[in-house]
């Protein structure tokens, strides 16, 4: 059974920084594109980041350009999300998930849920201002 877990979230003030973590157990997932996705109180998931099967390209919503970043270490099976400069517009419950294809071409492709075949079940992140 595949797992997917996230950690790191919390309550932050405005400009601080928080670390994600997303540690995915059942099978090794070094082949496959991964990413973060958030959802806001009251509003869609929508995407953050993603990360392709070797770490050499990585992707970016323009909200979080700039501030976020993206990892991967296959070796833990894990993927991680660095987040800075936090704004209150950040508050959402974040959620790690894992494609079913080691790479895709674009944001654009990358915002189509319908290419992730694991999901976690969320951590939440708070900022207050």
């Known amino acids: 059974q595949v797992l997917l877990v996230e950690s790191g979230g919390g309550l932050v003030q405005a400009g601080g920084s928080l670390r994600l973590s997303c540690a995915a157990s059942g099978r090794t997932f070094d082949s496959k594109a991964m990413a973060w996705f958030r959802q806001p109180p009251g509003k869609e998931r929508e995407f953050v980041a993603a990360i392709n099967w070797n770490g050499l390209n990585t992707y970016y919503a323009n909200s979080v350009k700039g501030r976020f970043t993206i990892s991967r270490d296959n070796a833990k099976n894990s993927v991680y999300l660095q987040m800075s400069a936090l704004e209150p517009e950040d508050t959402a419950l974040y959620y790690c998930?894992?494609?079913?294809?080691?790479?895709?071409?674009?944001?654009?492709?990358?915002?189509?849920?319908?290419?992730?075949?694991?999901w976690g079940q969320g951590t939440q992140v708070t900022v207050s201002s």
């Open positions: 998930a894992i494609n079913k294809y080691p790479a895709l071409r674009s944001v654009t492709h990358y915002s189509d849920r319908t290419t992730f075949e694991y």
